[in-house]
């Protein structure tokens, strides 16, 4: 590996930031981490992986941090629009997406990617 691509993957490390326990996380539930331009929702399913997006629904801004996680989606506490954990696309006949962002567990700790 030559020097310039240490620098690289150094650079590429070092954006993933710490925000928290999986364990301060409720399963089916979600905890919000505050960027300076945005509040994302980092989502715990009932299985305990851990997804993130914009906690904004693509209908109408409802706070998706707040709705009920199932079967890899959130339902927003608004107008029950169901959203995907994995690609933050509406289901069904909904049509919009929430920006979803790289988030991964490791030792308990959970880093997000933005
Ligand atoms: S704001 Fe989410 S369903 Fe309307």
Redesign the pocket.
Known sequence: MNAEAIITFARVESDWRLVGRIEDIPRQGARCVKTGEMTVAVFRTSDDRVFAMEDR??????P?SQGIVHAGCVT??????V?SLENGRAQGA?EGATRTFPVKVEDGSVYLKL
Not at 57 to 62: E, I
Not at 76 to 81: D, G, R, V, Y
């Open positions: 629904c693509p209908h109408k801004a409802g998706l927003c506490p608004l107008h029950n629009w959203i909904d």
